[in-house]
Nanobody, 120 residues
Framework: QVQLVESGGGLVQPGGSLRLSCAAS????????MGWYRQAPGQQRELVAR???????NYADSVKGRFTISRDNAKKTVYLQMNSLKPEDTAVYYC??????????????WGQGTQVTVSS
């Protein structure tokens, strides 16, 4: 019914930048919010950044000032610009969407995850 397709992960040196993208498709009526979570080995999944359809954003304290989330509502796509990357940013990054299907059911959907590795 719904697919979230992520792209843009990879290996980058400390201090470098990456841009993640996530496009939603399927039987979607409306998207309330989209965001990015991450999970490092042995740790719980945590919120990185989130943006609502109206543009309200919130960020984890650890990424404030370095990461920027944005959204193209027409394309049903969310982006995460990551600058000044640190080794502790290494994790699998998951796209998330809080949306309503065309049949009227609201729910949470996840992408398959994309690996981000920050290492010299």
């Amino acid at each position: 019914q719904v697919q979230l397709v992520e792209s843009g992960g990879g290996l980058v040196q400390p201090g470098g930048s990456l841009r993640l993208s996530c496009a939603a498709s399927g039987s979607i009526f409306s998207i309330y919010a989209m965001g990015w979570y991450r999970q490092a080995p042995g740790q719980q999944r945590e919120l990185v950044a989130r943006i609502t359809g109206g543009g309200t954003t919130n960020y984890a304290d650890s990424v404030k000032g370095r990461f920027t989330i944005s959204r193209d509502n027409a394309k049903k796509t969310v982006y995460l610009q990551m600058n000044s990357l640190k080794p502790e940013d290494t994790a699998v990054y998951y796209c998330h969407a809080d949306l309503t299907l065309q049949i009227g059911i609201r729910g949470d959907y996840w992408g398959q995850g994309t690996q981000v590795t920050v290492s010299s």
